[in-house]
């Protein structure tokens, strides 16, 4: 299945609220903090999205929908900030190399990034009627585990996978680890977040207690959220878009065939993939979206050009490393078991 398939039968069915924009990329640090505040260097990779109030700690009490002075994505009102781990190459030589991401069908021109989603319900049902909640200042979640490596343990979160793109528009089918063959247009890398929120905690300890799937059923089947969590929230999902093609190769893979790529916590399985959040969008921008008549695009939301997205960016260097070109290693990965 193909995204501008799902977007031809959008235009033809009516719809309340899901948005889909793109966001360039802000920065590439070893910062993280969600779950390691004020530490430089944090211990793995980090590509980052969003509004340029992102910094080493991120306070909690202080609004950064009201900090920031610009943004890297599509809607000029989201001051968020968005980041997963980083996707590296390792040769068969053991040297490393980090893929580069390229943007979504539709957001042509912007420098890497990703794509974000916010749903009232499952990306397939064009009617989004469902009521949701908005987050609120201060709100905050992490989705995944970056010490995971079987299925086993990823079971415990629900959609976060790989899509291995035989073109742009592929969507289907997803899996729980990485593509284990070339994929002639890049791996995306999909992270989908919780929908029930318990309405109380804006955060908890470990970024997750405080978010749930629901009672029964799936959010994409409407099942309801159980008595702990009850406020249904928007689903936010990423898509990133890694340029693997330019290391299709198989000479350039391990001799025995398997598959070359790397989490930057040093995980070859993808087992590891999550997603951190930090809601940043000003005043109730997100909340009048999701209360109107938006489908992909809001016009209840000021937006701004590729060209706008791009120039904002997140100047200071937090941690002073090189991060491109051959490696020997992945940084904040120095001897780490090589495959």
Known sequence: MHWSSLTALALVAPSTALIRFGCSQLTVQRVDPLVNPGISPSPHLHQIIGGNAFNISMDPREDIGEKATCTTC????????????VLFFRARNGSYHRVPQVPNVGFEGSNGGMTVYYMQDGLANYQQTSKVTAFKQGFRMLIGEASYRSKQQATRFRQITYTCLQDPGTRFPESMNFPTKPCPAGIMANVRFPTCWDGKNLDTPDHM??????????????????????????????????????????????????QPFVWSMGDHTGFGSHGDYVFGWKGDSLQRAMDSACYVNCPTLKTQSVSAMNKCKYNEVLVDEPIDGWLNSIPGMEGMEKK
């Open 74 to 85: 599509q809607f000029s009102e989201d001051f968020s900030n968005y980041w997963t781990a």
């Open 209 to 258: 207690s405080h978010m749930a799937y629901p009672e029964s059923g799936t959010f994409e089947s409407g099942g309801p959220c159980p008595a702990s969590h009850p406020v249904r929230v928007p689903q936010l999902m990423y898509e990133t878009i890694w340029d693997t093609s330019k290391f299709n190769d198989k000479e350039l893979w391990p001799e025995d065939g398997s």
